[in-house]
């Protein structure tokens, strides 16, 4: 219905609660594009003085990395006093030191920090492309592809096929799960629907639980037990080996995501919007989903399925910092990693000499700091970024 | 109001032979076609029409009459199935999605964003197509973004979330990312639905800004016909796909074919002064659909 306006043009906009009432046919700053570059130009410090900050915070970050990854290698059953950590640290030590420090605690901090960075940064990656802050991993069924071929290796004897059997079977059931959700979604929809990637997610990783469960009421008691422990996660497999392998997908797929920053930024707003601020959006999407999904594999691959890490870090690094993926995205590889690590310090020694599955540790410590964040902004009147 | 003459746009003279430039139209349809998968009847059926560089050219019709289609059309956001689309010159298929993005701007209808954003981001967001993924902003994008924000008068709310902002101060917020662009071509769907008198009057303001003496040239989707007679150059109306009228607003706001096309009996007078718009059709809708036609 056209609306009824014949005269507005003489009225102009009475009322002058701003700057000159613009007449038809001029701009809102009509004649003065020149005096508005020169009057903002001494404002040009500003941006500039604001430049640093991300660095800052990603350098403090990586302070807390450091200082977690630390912490772990000081403390744990055995007590080695500091000074004879700080020893093997600096090349010497005894032998017994040796063995603990650089053969067990190391490469397990290191293992942690890669498995949560990783984590952290595929549910950073996931919640911009479904433009979803619930989203993570975990619901796009990738981790339960993943556990069903983990137990399925547990369940059905294959894992006295060799050491790399149970991490192999682990990766092969993700990318099945990653192959049949993009498959779905793919013959659903002309374009790659996030909804319907999302739905087909959750429906993929329920069927996978079932088989699961089907397996395991099938399996003998001890695969039972050792299925268990490794779905709730833990890191105590870890040795270097491992943790190189891990290297190896973890950081060149939070390099691909790292760098796909700007056109997350974009998804985030919108896919039409995205398209017409120069993203190719369909591949980009393809991208992200690949790299997380092998991002996420190998870490349930190497440390079973811990829970929580991408849903709580990328959240709390948003709601402090804002929601810019070039600060958001390597933010949370940091403190994932820091977080990740310090929560398996806790799993190793709160109880010991029994140690906890991480991801139990993860869930008791991540959601009661996920609701008080949330409480606190909430109470701020929503006054993010 | 007329057409005009093909102007020189600002940025125009920097990018590529001037001259070929010029006289290419802005935005060109040909015959386009399009129907979506499983639709009973074509969503646009032969549509044809050009916008001259620096042109203000508004594109009118009744809900579902295939704006927001030809728009997706123009700007490769759906592919036709038949018919052709040139943007400055050059055939739709042969620019690359970034490549389009700094020379073409677009203020989609609708958005929904999902995470909170100052708006100083979301208006920075308009640099990305000239900077990549990688490379980092300069003085020069800064500034861009800057002007923008002035001109779309934000700069006091600048580091604000968006969520917080109004209706009309979002709007403008994504205009000033257009802006931030610096676009040639300008491409709004309903820019101003759902914004009140002076938000509106800004806003075409603006437009009628960018378009006449800075040479952008601005193509928008609105169901404001009074607003289009009277900062538009020249409009076209869809029915039902296909084009009911193009022209100058006089030639297009008829009221034989606005009611023909709306089916609601209208009268057209002509906008009283003063202003530079005087004389500009203006169409009022009667109060019941069966009027005496002695009014009209």
Not at chain 2, 32 to 53: I, Q
Not at chain 2, 112 to 129: K, N, Q, T
Request: charged share 15%; with cysteine.
């Amino acid at each position: 219905m056209p609306e009824n306006e014949p005269f507005e043009g003489g009225v102009g906009c009475g009322a002058s609660r701003r700057p000159p009432p613009s007449p038809a046919g001029t701009g809102l700053r009509g004649e003065e594009p020149l005096s508005d570059s020169a009057t903002s130009d001494p404002a040009s410090a500003a941006p500039a003085r604001r430049a640093p900050r991300p660095v800052l915070r990603l350098a403090l970050l990586v302070l807390a990395l450091a200082a977690c990854v630390g912490l772990a290698v000081l403390v744990g059953a055995a007590s080695i006093s500091p000074g004879r950590v700080l020893a093997v640290l600096a090349g010497g030590g005894d032998p017994a030191a040796r063995g603990i420090v650089l053969g067990l605690r190391l490469p397990r901090a290191v293992q942690g920090a890669l498995v949560g960075g990783g984590l952290a940064v595929a549910g950073a990656a996931f919640q911009a492309l479904l433009r979803n802050p619930l989203a993570e991993p975990y619901v796009l069924g990738v981790s339960g592809g993943a556990a069903l071929g983990a137990v399925a290796a547990l369940v059905l004897g294959w894992s006295a096929a060799g050491v790399w059997s149970l991490p192999v079977a682990a990766f092969c059931g993700a990318l099945l799960a990653v192959g049949a959700v993009l498959a779905v979604a793919a013959r659903s929809s002309l374009a790659l629907d996030t909804r319907v990637l999302l739905l087909a997610g959750v429906v993929a990783g329920a069927f996978f639980n079932a088989l699961i469960m089907l397996l395991l009421s099938l399996g003998r008691a001890e695969a039972f037990r050792s299925a268990i422990y490794w779905m709730m996660g833990s890191l105590s497999g870890a040795g270097w080996t491992e943790t190189w392998i891990l290297a190896l997908y973890v950081l060149p797929c939070a390099a691909v995501l790292l760098a796909l920053a700007r056109p997350l930024n974009l998804l985030a707003v919108g896919e039409e919007t995205a398209l017409y601020l120069g993203t190719r959006v369909e591949g980009t999407k393809r991208i992200v989903y690949v790299a997380t999904s092998l991002l996420v594999a190998a870490t349930v691959s190497a440390a079973g399925a811990i829970g929580f890490v991408g849903l709580i870090v990328p959240h709390a690094v948003r709601l402090a910092w804002g929601s810019d993926h070039r600060l958001l995205m390597p933010a949370s590889l940091l403190a994932g990693g820091a977080f990740l690590v310090l929560a398996d310090t806790a799993a190793r020694t709160v109880a010991a000499p029994a140690e906890l599955p991480v991801g139990v540790v993860t869930a008791l410590v991540g959601v009661p700091l996920f609701v008080t964040l949330l409480v606190r902004e909430s109470g701020r009147g929503g006054g993010l970024g | 109001m007329s057409a005009g003459e093909p102007r020189t746009g600002r940025r125009g003279a920097g990018a590529g032979a001037p001259g070929a430039r010029t006289r290419a139209a802005a935005l060109a349809a040909e015959g386009l076609a399009f129907r979506y998968p499983r639709a009973a009847r074509p969503t646009l059926d032969g549509v044809s029409f050009t916008v001259a560089p620096g042109e203000l050219f508004g594109v009118l019709g009744p809900n579902g009459s295939g704006k927001s289609t030809l728009l997706r059309l123009l700007l490769g956001a759906l592919g036709a199935d038949g018919g052709r689309v040139r943007v400055l010159g050059r055939d739709l298929g042969t620019w690359g999605r970034r490549e389009l993005a700094r020379r073409v701007a677009v203020v989609p209808q609708h958005e929904d964003i999902a995470f909170p954003l100052s708006v100083e981001e979301m208006v920075a967001m308009g640099r990305y197509p000239h900077l990549g993924p990688w490379r980092a902003e300069g003085p020069g994008d800064r500034r861009a973004v800057r002007e923008a924000l002035a001109r779309c008068d934000l700069s006091a709310v600048a580091d604000r979330p968006v969520s917080t902002l109004s209706g009309g101060e979002l709007q403008l917020g994504r205009l000033a990312r257009a802006l931030a662009q610096e676009p040639e071509v300008l491409v709004l769907d309903e820019p101003t639905v759902s914004l009140d008198l002076r938000h509106r009057m800004e806003i075409f303001g603006l437009l009628k800004q960018l378009a006449g003496p800075e040479g952008t040239t601005v193509l928008l989707v609105t169901h404001d016909l009074n607003a289009a007679s009277r900062f538009a150059d020249r409009l076209l109306l869809l029915d039902g796909g296909r084009q009911a009228a193009v022209g100058t607003p006089a030639q297009v706001l008829e009221r034989e074919t606005i009611e023909r096309v709306y089916g609601w009996p209208v009268r057209v007078t002509r906008l009283p002064g003063p202003g530079p718009d005087a004389g500009a059709p203006q169409v009022t809708a009667l109060a019941t659909r069966h009027a005496p036609k002695e009014i009209a």
